[in-house]
């Protein structure tokens, strides 16, 4: 097991469904935020804006999230590190980062 995937599974994986934070308390709809997300920010961004040649994935169609991991997951799309990271998460995790993050603009 990868470090990603201990470091996931000891202590946040057990909050990633469960545990949320609110982006905007004032907003009518939060957007709530899992815990993994915390994972992505580290290239994409704290809001997942993208940063220098890292693309942006807040507003990413959901179908086409899941879609794009599963690539990096099979090693089909090139890429630096996604192809490394994406099968260190299960696809429930996936799709709880791409709800997430096709909500966000």
């Known amino acids: 097991?990868?470090?990603?995937?201990?470091?996931?599974?000891?202590g946040a994986l057990a909050l990633v469904l469960g545990a949320?934070?609110?982006?905007?308390?004032a907003q009518a709809e939060e957007i709530r935020?899992?815990?993994i997300a915390q994972g992505?920010?580290?290239?994409?961004?704290?809001?997942g804006a993208g940063m220098g040649s890292v693309?942006?994935?807040?507003?990413?169609?959901?179908d086409a999230f899941i879609a794009t991991w599963e690539s990096f997951r099979k090693d089909e799309r090139p890429a630096t590190i996604m192809n490394?990271?994406?099968?260190g998460y299960t696809d429930d995790e996936v799709a709880a980062l791409a709800d997430y993050f096709s909500q966000l603009r």
């Open 84 to 87: 490394r990271i994406a099968p």
């Open 55 to 62: 693309p942006r994935i807040a507003g990413y169609g959901r």
């Open 33 to 35: 935020t899992p815990m």
């Open 1 to 10: 097991m990868s470090f990603l995937s201990q470091a996931l599974r000891g």
């Open 40 to 47: 992505c920010a580290g290239c994409h961004g704290q809001s």
């Open 20 to 25: 949320v934070a609110p982006v905007g308390a």
